[in-house]
């Protein structure tokens, strides 16, 4: 049996840039595909930041019910807007090979601010978190939209900087002269990555997938994934994850953090393991971050965002 793989995406350029990949992919090895581009409510609704919008995978979401409905086969996705948990019958097909994890501050006129007041735009709950917890005398105020969009409001602001991931400027050829590399910040669960899923009875279109399936980047966003799952369970907190194989002595680092929403308390953990024990090693990251005060921290900023 053959078939037109049709792929769906949201139609920001972004995605439309993800979903071109993927078509490339499995064209090349001899799929037809068609891409069905369509409007998520994550892009539709700018004016809450995402958290009060109260809608797990606000970006996936639309998709998911496509896929449901029989309108599209695929989806492709940035794997960190991806929620843990996957709507019934929908499977992870493919985790194509992780591009540049980390976050970037891209600027308007000059550094100086680092040292003085500030305003930074960000609309994640765990930028906001590690820029407060580093630079506590700035204001961090909310951003959102697609990357143009947000690119356009730090050009029409009188904002110091904002907040990217250095993989979506990448993608596009958007990544200007005038930014910096934020290596101290700890990247999302899954940052950088791209992830398609399916439905769990199309054999077809998993068996496709199946080929572009990058191994080591499935693993250590596996591990990411259940950090954040048994964090959070279901809140949206500020939460950084990080696993990279050492292809050396075969063993896989691992760095997670919470934080408070203020970015004032920090619960940190890092482990080294071997290779073959990495299929609980984001859940026992999780369990030292609760018992070092993130069962605490957790409920606080639960009744926090209640009350915003």
């Known amino acids: ?14 995605a439309l840039w993800q979903a071109h990949h993927v078509e490339k992919m499995l064209n090349d090895l001899g799929y037809k595909t068609k891409i069905v581009a369509v409007k998520s409510q994550g892009d539709i609704i700018l004016d809450k930041p995402l ?17 449901i409905n029989g309108d599209i086969d695929i989806a492709v996705h940035s794997m960190k807007d991806v929620p843990t948990a996957l709507p019934q019958g929908i499977v992870q097909a493919a ?41 506590p ?9 697609n990357v143009n969009t947000r690119m356009q409001k730090l050009k029409d602001n009188n904002w110091d900087g904002a ?23 700890i990247p999302a669960p899954a940052q950088g990555a791209m992830m398609v899923v399916a439905m769990g009875d199309d054999s077809y279109c998993l068996d496709a997938l199946a080929e572009l399936n990058h191994i080591e980047t499935e ?17 949206t907190a500020p939460i950084g994850a990080f696993a990279k194989f050492n292809e050396k002595d075969e063993t ?3 760095q997670g953090v919470l934080f408070s929403l203020d970015g004032s308390q ?24 609760f018992e070092n005060g993130g069962l605490e921290l957790m409920k606080s900023i639960k009744e926090k965002l209640k009350k915003q």
Not at 163 to 183: C, M, Q, S, T, V
């Open 266 to 289: 920090k619960i940190e953990v890092n482990k080294i393991v071997e290779v073959q024990e990495w299929k609980q090693l984001g859940y026992n990251a999780a369990q030292e971050i």
């Open 252 to 254: 896989i680092h691992f």
């Open 219 to 235: 693993i250590t966003t596996y591990i990411e994934r259940q950090f954040l799952r048994t964090l959070e369970g279901g809140c």
């Open 51 to 67: 958290y009060e919008l109260g809608i797990t995978g606000i970006f996936t979401k639309t998709l998911d019910i496509a896929m």
């Open 163 to 185: 907040i990217f991931a250095a993989a979506g400027l990448e993608r596009i050829n958007l990544k200007p002269e005038n930014y910096i590399n934020l290596d101290w910040m």
């Open 95 to 135: 985790v194509l090979e992780r591009a540049n994890e980390k976050d970037i501050l891209v600027y308007n006129n000059n550094l100086d601010f680092l040292d003085t007041e500030a305003t930074i735009a960000t609309g994640s709950l765990r930028r906001q978190a590690q820029w407060l917890h580093k630079y």
């Open 137 to 145: 005398n700035h204001n961090v105020v909310d951003l959102r939209g």
């Open 1 to 14: 049996m053959t078939k037109i793989i049709r792929i769906g995406t949201r139609d920001s350029e972004l």
